[in-house]
């Protein structure tokens, strides 16, 4: 992964509601991503944002062999920190940030993989992966 990461969208059929982000510095040695989402209003507190993290989790976890999952909520925002709660993550530091001038106070989020193998809820199908699997993958001598 380096330090790119694949971004994707969240749809409703035909409607696009959001997007999840799956990230790894140097992914081959520390097996860590950073996962984030988003999602448009009217499509919150439906399921969506639990359904895509955790798919992405499984993305991470399962087929790419990651040891944890890292992400960063906004203290105030209840929906987001509600999702990361259920789907296992762990509180792990904050961080203060800037946004429109003002500081902000992050939670810091740790999702280790056992703690993912304890709360997995949906089943998840990956298609395609195989041809990029070595993108992933430590360099060999």
Not at 24 to 38: A, C, H, M, N, Y
Not at 110 to 129: A, F, H, K, S
């Amino acid at each position: 992964m380096g330090s790119g990461g694949q971004r994707r969208g969240v749809w409703d059929w035909a409607e696009p509601v959001g997007m999840v982000s799956l990230r790894g510095r140097d992914f081959p040695i520390l097996r860590e991503v950073k996962t984030s989402s988003w999602l448009g209003m009217k499509f919150q507190g439906q399921g969506f944002g639990t359904e895509a993290r955790a798919a992405l989790l499984h993305l991470a976890f399962a087929e790419l062999g990651a040891v944890a999952a890292l992400s960063e909520v906004f203290q105030d925002n209840a929906a987001s920190q509600g999702v990361s709660r259920k789907l296992g993550y762990r509180q792990g530091g904050i961080s203060r940030d800037v946004l429109d001038g003002q500081p902000v106070v992050s939670d810091r989020l740790r999702l280790t993989r056992e703690d993912w193998e304890r709360n997995q809820q949906i089943t998840v199908t990956v298609t395609g992966l195989e041809p990029c699997r070595r993108f992933f993958l430590p360099k060999s001598g």
